[in-house]
Every structure is written in structure tokens, then in C-alpha cells.
T-cell receptor, first 115, second 114 residues
Framework: AQKVTQAQTEISVVEKEDVTLDCVYETRDTTYYLFWYKQPPSGELVFLIRRNSFDEQNEISGRYSWNFQKSTSSFNFTITASQVVDSAVYFCALSATGANSKLTFGKGITLSVRP | SAVISQKPSRDICQRGTSLTIQCQVD?????MFWYRQQPGQSLTLIATANQGSEATYESGFVIDKFPISRPNLTFSTLTVSNMSPEDSSIYLC???????????FGPGTRLLVL
């Protein structure tokens, strides 16, 4: 069975602070995908990144960076110099590779960035 | 990624009634899914909408309560039947193309049942 744990439930930071959102997963699949989605107050779920299990390179996209560590089954997300617009719920998710693979979501982390 | 729209964006309904939510994609997709997100909770998969055949439901969800249609590769509907206040949620559709193996989500439908 697959499981995604986001132990942090709510994080509050002041603008320009760096913040890291933790994600730990469990799976028996040998190949799998890890995802991060952002859900702003409007409710839409916005895709941020997909990482394949055999690609452990960290990724940076602007102020966003992701640290994938297979040894600790973690896929953490860091926002550098946070902004008010980063305020949202962030979900980590996991799926097996291949067609029609179901997404297993974590419970989400509510990030509040104060001006 | 595909452009996905949902109608209605929000609704307030009386208990015992039914609501049909539409999901439209701007291009053909292989897979379409329906999720429920109860207040303050994570997303739960209701079913996979199969084109031309019955949807595949997850444990805890049944066709009588959540009938789904998918008449073609760009459109699907989810009906929430005989609603109760416990059905108050955000309902989201997602789509996936075979080679992409990534789900993209629609804007969601916020449902409040009184």
C-alpha cells in the first residue's frame, strides 16, 4: 500500500523567510512518481512538479526547490524568499508509474505568509 | 497541460436533491478522474471515468450515489445524488494523457448542502 505523510499541518512565516515543507512516503513499487501540488484559496489544484523515483537529482525552479532523498523516502519542498502569494495548501502525492496509476495524497500543509 | 473547466463553480443545494457537475477539457485525454475534498481534508478519489463504459469506483463510493458519465474523450459528468450536508465538499476532476503520467486538475466545484 502507498502512503504519504506530511507531518506539518500549518506553517506561518513572515515574507522573505525561507520555508521547507516536508514529505515522507511509503511504497512497495520499485518505480514511482512523486508530486507536489499547490491549492490556493480559490480551490484549484496547481501542478508544481513530478519526480521519477530513479532521478534523485534535486531540482530548482525560481524560488522553488525540491530535495528528493530515496534513502530516507523523503521529497521535501523549499520556498526561498517566501511571498504572500505563496500562501496556500501544499499537497505531496505519490503514484506508481504506468497508465491509470492512482494518486495517493498527503493531508496537506497550510502555508501562511505574512507581510 | 490541458485547459480544464468545471461547471458550476459553486452551488448551494437543498438536502435530498441532486447536482450534476460537468468537466470539459480542451483536447482529448486518456484518463479522467473525479475527486472529493471535504472541508479541511485531503483529496479522495471517487472514481475513474471510463470513456464508453461504466466508471470504476473506489472503495466507499457507489454508482447510485455518484453516477458518472463520459461520452467522449473531452467531457465527463459527476452527479451527486440525494444530497445530504455530509456531501458538502469541493469536487474536482482531473485528466491525464497516456504519455504524460501526470494528472492536471480542474478548478473545482464548491458544493454546500443545507
Amino acid at each position: 500500500a502507498q502512503k504519504v505523510t506530511q507531518a506539518q499541518t500549518e506553517i506561518s512565516v513572515v515574507e522573505k523567510e525561507d520555508v521547507t515543507l516536508d514529505c515522507v512516503y511509503e511504497t512497495r513499487d520499485t518505480t514511482y512518481y512523486l508530486f507536489w501540488y499547490k491549492q490556493p484559496p480559490s480551490g484549484e489544484l496547481v501542478f508544481l512538479i513530478r519526480r521519477n523515483s530513479f532521478d534523485e537529482q534535486n531540482e530548482i525552479s525560481g524560488r522553488y526547490s525540491w530535495n528528493f532523498q530515496k534513502s530516507t523516502s523523503s521529497f521535501n519542498f523549499t520556498i526561498t524568499a517566501s511571498q504572500v502569494v505563496d500562501s496556500a495548501v501544499y499537497f505531496c502525492a505519490l503514484s506508481a508509474t504506468g497508465a491509470n496509476s492512482k494518486l495517493t495524497f498527503g493531508k496537506g500543509i497550510t502555508l501562511s505568509v505574512r507581510p | 497541460s490541458a485547459v480544464i473547466s468545471q461547471k458550476p463553480s459553486r452551488d448551494i443545494c437543498q438536502r435530498g436533491t441532486s447536482l450534476t457537475i460537468q468537466c470539459q477539457v480542451d483536447s482529448q485525454v486518456t484518463m479522467m478522474f473525479w475527486y472529493r475534498q471535504q472541508p479541511g481534508q485531503s483529496l479522495t478519489l471517487i472514481a475513474t471515468a471510463n470513456q464508453g463504459s461504466e466508471a470504476t469506483y473506489e472503495s466507499g463510493f457507489v454508482i447510485d450515489k455518484f453516477p458518472i458519465s463520459r461520452p467522449n474523450l473531452t467531457f465527463s459528468t459527476l452527479t451527486v445524488s440525494n444530497m445530504s450536508p455530509e456531501d458538502s465538499s469541493i469536487y474536482l476532476c482531473s485528466v491525464e494523457r497516456l504519455i504524460q503520467e501526470t494528472q492536471y486538475f480542474g478548478p473545482g466545484t464548491r458544493l454546500l448542502v443545507l
